[in-house]
């Protein structure tokens, strides 16, 4: 019988997203800490045949979907090749920039079939912008949004929402999905290493509800997706949508999919894992790493690595700062 990444809950696991590098052009306050990481010296990165190969394990074993996310996808070298053979395997590519360069690749992703994009973008506002990813690359990332859909790319904006950052601007983006074809996904914000993470700061999912009907009136409940991970909904009337990934106050762990792979080969069975698996040291040995996948995905908990009710600083600060694990 083929073998499948199942967990102890009977969750099937088909969603893989690897992180291609730990770098990143921008340094957006809520995911890179204030004093930085330390990154990943080169011998232990992963190089883009022994992506390939690794992916292909897991593909082996019924992953179906890859989604090539960062710190910043993009700016590794050679994303072009590297994009090409995933294609090849057969599975739905997909990818989570902060679009500095996508205009770059948009005829090749039109080329190998790569259409859902999740694109960051926290404000409509530039000098807000420069005040979130302390980097002033606005007016290109907006221009590539406008590009992508051009292309007819299915784009998502991802918007972490902070109380007093960017909270005011929900509506706005609300008010983009009216006459476009266009999905945004509001994030509660999540703590991980040195994010100075507060839910003081947060916003939730019934705030977030709240806001909209109180400007827009009825919203309508769209089916999820089977292991969607965010709430779907739209305003009636409205041609695009948005969802809410509500992980604080509401996770939505029953029907999760997901394996991460870092950047240096490590497989993580939750966003919250602490303890990681090795890969790409035992599959530089030329051991087989199927086994190892399979040991992981059953050591999985059934709800954020453990942390059922609140969210645990002991726990969350033993993890990885989100740049080096990829949303
Ligand atoms: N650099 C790419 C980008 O920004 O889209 C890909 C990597 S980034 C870590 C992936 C996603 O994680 C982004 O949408 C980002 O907004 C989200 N993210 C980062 N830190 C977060 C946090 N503390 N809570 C919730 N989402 C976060
Ligand atoms: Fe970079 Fe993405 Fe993190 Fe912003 S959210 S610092 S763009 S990895
Ligand atoms: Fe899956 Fe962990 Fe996220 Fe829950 S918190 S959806 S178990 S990755």
Redesign the pocket.
């Given at each position: 019988m083929k073998k499948e990444i199942i967990d102890n809950f009977g969750r099937k696991h088909n969603y893989l997203r690897i992180?291609l590098t730990d770098r990143?052009n921008?340094r957006?306050f809520?995911?890179m800490p204030e004093e930085g990481i330390e990154l990943t010296e080169n011998a232990k990165i992963m190089s883009l045949e022994e992506i390939i190969s690794i992916a292909k394990t897991f593909v082996e074993l019924g992953v179906d979907t890859i989604r090539l996310?960062?710190?910043?996808?993009l700016i590794r070298k050679d994303f072009g090749y590297l994009v090409k053979k995933l294609a090849d395997l057969g599975v739905t590519l997909k990818l989570?920039?902060?679009?500095i360069v996508l205009d770059k690749y948009l005829d090749l992703f039109k080329e190998v079939g790569l259409k859902k994009i999740?694109?960051?973008l926290?404000t409509l506002d530039k000098a807000r912008s420069i005040f979130i990813t302390k980097r002033d690359y606005f007016d290109r990332i907006m221009l590539n949004l406008k590009k992508s859909l051009e292309y007819g790319m299915e784009v998502k904006l991802?918007?972490?929402l902070i109380k007093g950052v960017n909270n005011m601007e929900i509506n706005d983006f609300i008010e983009l999905t009216k006459n476009k074809n266009l999905a945004v996904k509001f994030?509660?914000?999540?703590?991980?290493k040195g994010?100075k993470?507060d839910w003081n700061k947060g916003v939730s999912k019934e705030d977030i509800l709240q806001t909209i009907a109180s400007k827009f009136g009825k919203i309508e409940k769209l089916e999820d997706a089977k292991n969607s991970t965010s709430l779907n909904y739209k305003v009636e009337g409205f041609e695009g949508s948005f969802g809410i990934?509500s992980?604080i106050t509401s996770p939505f762990c029953e029907g999760c999919n997901r394996i991460r792979l870092t950047v240096d080969g490590k497989m993580k069975n939750c966003l919250f894992a602490i303890s990681e698996a090795d890969l790409l040291t035992p599959f530089r040995e030329g051991a087989n790493i199927a086994n190892l996948i399979m040991d992981s995905i059953k050591t999985k908990k059934y709800s954020r690595d453990g942390m059922n009710v609140t969210m645990d600083a002991e726990h969350y600060e033993k993890n990885r700062s989100?740049?080096s694990?990829?949303?």
């Amino acid at each position: 019988m083929k073998k499948e990444i199942i967990d102890n809950f009977g969750r099937k696991h088909n969603y893989l997203r690897i992180s291609l590098t730990d770098r990143c052009n921008l340094r957006c306050f809520y995911c890179m800490p204030e004093e930085g990481i330390e990154l990943t010296e080169n011998a232990k990165i992963m190089s883009l045949e022994e992506i390939i190969s690794i992916a292909k394990t897991f593909v082996e074993l019924g992953v179906d979907t890859i989604r090539l996310t960062g710190g910043e996808p993009l700016i590794r070298k050679d994303f072009g090749y590297l994009v090409k053979k995933l294609a090849d395997l057969g599975v739905t590519l997909k990818l989570t920039t902060n679009g500095i360069v996508l205009d770059k690749y948009l005829d090749l992703f039109k080329e190998v079939g790569l259409k859902k994009i999740n694109l960051s973008l926290d404000t409509l506002d530039k000098a807000r912008s420069i005040f979130i990813t302390k980097r002033d690359y606005f007016d290109r990332i907006m221009l590539n949004l406008k590009k992508s859909l051009e292309y007819g790319m299915e784009v998502k904006l991802n918007v972490v929402l902070i109380k007093g950052v960017n909270n005011m601007e929900i509506n706005d983006f609300i008010e983009l999905t009216k006459n476009k074809n266009l999905a945004v996904k509001f994030i509660e914000f999540m703590p991980f290493k040195g994010n100075k993470w507060d839910w003081n700061k947060g916003v939730s999912k019934e705030d977030i509800l709240q806001t909209i009907a109180s400007k827009f009136g009825k919203i309508e409940k769209l089916e999820d997706a089977k292991n969607s991970t965010s709430l779907n909904y739209k305003v009636e009337g409205f041609e695009g949508s948005f969802g809410i990934v509500s992980t604080i106050t509401s996770p939505f762990c029953e029907g999760c999919n997901r394996i991460r792979l870092t950047v240096d080969g490590k497989m993580k069975n939750c966003l919250f894992a602490i303890s990681e698996a090795d890969l790409l040291t035992p599959f530089r040995e030329g051991a087989n790493i199927a086994n190892l996948i399979m040991d992981s995905i059953k050591t999985k908990k059934y709800s954020r690595d453990g942390m059922n009710v609140t969210m645990d600083a002991e726990h969350y600060e033993k993890n990885r700062s989100m740049i080096s694990i990829g949303g």
